[in-house]
């Protein structure tokens, strides 16, 4: 099996002081930003995310030949409400 058919194509990663989190997986864009706000919603991590809270978010890609996720476009959001701003910014919809 093909190390891309075991893993969405796209993830959403944070970056915030109190850890680092992978919050939301697709095979497209498109379902990017409501995964990510149900995951701020209804998790305890994402709960746990001060309303201050500044940090990264990133939109990774998986790189079809290693099986591993790129690095990918990143862009720091000033408080939780700013993460979905920012997200649609990268390219998340």
Do not use: H
Request: positive net charge; without cysteine; charged residues 20%.
């Amino acid at each position: 099996m093909q190390p891309q058919s075991l893993y969405k194509k796209y993830r959403i990663f944070l970056s915030v002081p109190g850890g680092q989190y992978i919050v939301a997986t697709s095979n497209t864009v498109n379902d990017l930003v409501r995964l990510t706000s149900s995951w701020l919603s209804n998790t305890s991590a994402g709960q746990y995310i001060a309303e201050d809270a500044r940090g990264y978010v990133v939109l990774q890609q998986l790189d079809p030949k290693t099986g591993a996720y790129r690095g990918g476009q990143q862009l720091l959001f000033e408080d939780k409400q700013d993460i979905i701003t920012q997200l649609r910014l990268i390219g998340g919809r």
